[in-house]
C-alpha cells in the first residue's frame, strides 16, 4: 500500500510560479509511474503529466505544455511539480498519483492517489 502526501500549493499572481511535492510511503517507489492531476471548481479531473519509472518518458497535457516540469528523486521517494508562468485557469485542488504500470493520461490507470493540495492563482 502507498501513501502519497501532497505540499507545495498556495496563493500566486499569475506569472508567479510554485513547486509542488509528492512524497511516497510504504511501497517501492522507483516501481511507479508517477502522475499529477488537477481538478478545478466546477470541472472534472484532468491530466496534467506524467513520468516514467526513471525519470524519463514524461508527458504532458497541451495545456501546460512548456510551462509545467515534472521530475522524481527516487533516492527522496519524491516525484515534483515545477509550475512557470502560472494562470487564473490553472487554479484547482493538484493530486498526485502512482501507478504500478506504464500509465498515461487516465485515472483509472493509477492506483494509488493523494489528498490533493490547492493552488490558486489570482489575475
Known amino acids: 500500500q502507498v501513501q502519497l502526501v501532497e505540499s507545495g500549493g498556495g496563493l500566486v499572481q499569475a506569472g508567479g510560479s510554485l513547486r509542488l511535492s509528492c512524497a511516497a510511503s510504504g511501497g517501492t517507489f522507483s516501481s511507479y509511474w508517477m502522475g499529477w492531476f488537477r481538478q478545478a471548481p466546477g470541472k472534472e479531473r484532468e491530466f496534467v503529466t506524467r513520468i516514467g519509472w526513471s525519470g524519463g518518458s514524461t508527458r504532458y497535457a497541451d495545456s501546460v505544455k512548456g510551462r509545467f516540469t515534472i521530475s522524481r528523486d527516487n533516492a527522496k521517494n519524491t516525484v515534483y511539480l515545477q509550475m512557470n508562468s502560472l494562470k487564473p485557469e490553472d487554479t484547482a485542488v493538484y493530486y498526485c498519483?502512482?501507478?504500478?504500470?506504464?500509465?498515461?493520461?487516465?485515472?483509472?490507470?493509477?492506483?494509488?492517489w493523494g489528498q490533493g493540495t490547492q493552488v490558486t492563482v489570482s489575475a
Open positions: 498519483a502512482a501507478a504500478r504500470g506504464v500509465a498515461n493520461s487516465r485515472e483509472r490507470e493509477y492506483d494509488y
